[in-house]
């Protein structure tokens, strides 16, 4: 039995239900994501200026929210119910982006959509700490952010597909990307159970003094080093407009992000392993360094195999970092407070992410695409320096 084998054979049950239910609501939001600018600019008139504060907002959003249901996901001891709520709630938005016909509609769509992930994304993440093993625990998030990012592949392949068979036919797409939604809550209800340890044990206020005292050092600069991650990497869909620029049909638009996810889902679970042999500070670093790369290679033109190729040293950057971080979250915070963790980690990482989205829409307006990439390649190359010196 070769290693890898065995590494898959020891991740339970559970965690690879989580993964095809991440699967599933990740192609019904990613559907309705890679078309989503392209119809606020084309079809409602939005600037890009609009598209970066409604996706900032949006984004912040669901991180924010992610510090309150970690929290309530530890005082109550339970995680799967969250979970369920939020994935619901996900599904049952895509209909309002249907009915659009201003970009307030899109706006109250998209904080509701966001607000689900915010609601599930703490409580399902600990869920996953709660049941892996310690010492597979980077390939445990590796393979639930591989599964995620397969859906995060085949939602935007869907879209262009359908874009194609319809006419261009936004409305109709947005319908059908409720369907998966729903299929990922009914997988969650039937496929996953609550570990034994979380049912009747007495919990206490995870945010009182004490409690909060235990988050230690290392946990909290985790959390200043996702933050600054979040300010170098804005709003995926900014790849998608950078896409359109360059003349790429609408319909193939979306194809931007199957290559992302495409690349992201095949080495998320590889450096995910990876991390658990080598320094989490070295492999952080080398993704800053495939970002820089990616930003640059971006802002250099907008040819359309000039944008592929940035967008796939995109995925590898996501790939080699997003589960990582995940995982040094759950090794450096208590077991009973692990919610708390993973919603303070993404509280400072929505902030993050809203400053960085309008910065990256305002500068896309007034000085240009090319000006937003080379941004970010700077404060990229910021943050990697800061990082070089802390290791």
């Known amino acids: 039995m070769t290693k890898t084998t065995t590494t898959l054979g020891r991740i339970p049950a559970g965690v690879w239900v989580l993964g095809f239910v991440s699967m599933l609501m990740d192609i019904s939001s990613e559907m309705t994501q890679s078309l989503l600018p392209l119809f606020m600019v084309g079809t409602l008139g939005a600037s890009a200026l609009v598209v970066g504060v409604i996706e900032g907002l949006a984004e912040s959003t669901a991180l924010i929210v992610k510090v309150f249901s970690g929290v309530l996901s530890d005082y109550l001891g339970r995680r799967k119910g969250l979970a369920v709520f939020g994935y619901t709630l996900g599904a049952l938005t895509k209909p309002l982006l249907a009915m659009a016909s201003t970009t307030g509609v899109v706006l109250t769509a998209r904080l509701l959509d966001r ?112 933050a600054v991650f979040t300010l170098a990497r804005f709003s995926e869909a900014f790849l998608v407009l950078r896409a359109k620029q360059g003349g790429m ?28 042999r080598m320094s989490h500070q070295a492999l952080l670093a080398l993704g800053l360094a495939v970002l820089i790369t990616a930003d640059l290679v971006l802002a250099m033109d907008n040819h359309w195999t000039t944008v592929l190729a940035g967008v796939g040293l995109w995925g590898v950057h996501m790939g080699m970092t997003q589960g990582l971080l995940a995982t040094m979250v759950a090794d450096t915070a208590p077991a009973d407070l692990r919610g708390t963790a993973f919603g303070f980690f993404n509280l400072v990482s929505g902030i993050a992410m809203l400053i960085a989205s309008v910065l990256a829409g305002l500068l896309w307006d007034r000085l240009g695409a090319s000006f937003t990439f080379y941004a970010g390649a700077v404060f990229a190359g910021v943050a990697l320096l800061g990082l070089l010196r802390k290791t």
């Open 115 to 226: 607000i689900g992930k915010g609601v599930r994304g703490a409580p399902r993440d600990a869920l996953i700490a709660d049941l892996a093993p310690a010492d597979v625990r980077g390939a445990t998030f590796g393979l639930r952010q591989s599964l995620d990012t397969v859906g995060g592949f085949l939602g935007p392949l869907a879209a262009a597909a359908l874009m194609l068979s319809w006419a261009n036919d936004f409305r109709a797409v947005f319908w059908v990307a409720v369907i998966p939604g729903l299929l990922a809550v009914a997988l969650l209800l039937v496929g996953v159970r609550e570990p034994e340890r979380h049912v009747g044990e007495k919990r206490t206020n995870p945010i009182r003094r004490e409690n909060i005292r235990r988050l230690s050092a290392a946990y909290w600069w985790v959390v200043g080093v996702g």
């Open 249 to 276: 049909p609408v319909a193939l638009v979306p194809l931007v992000m199957v290559v992302m996810n495409g690349v992201y889902s095949a080495s998320a679970y590889p450096f995910g392993k990876l991390s658990d």
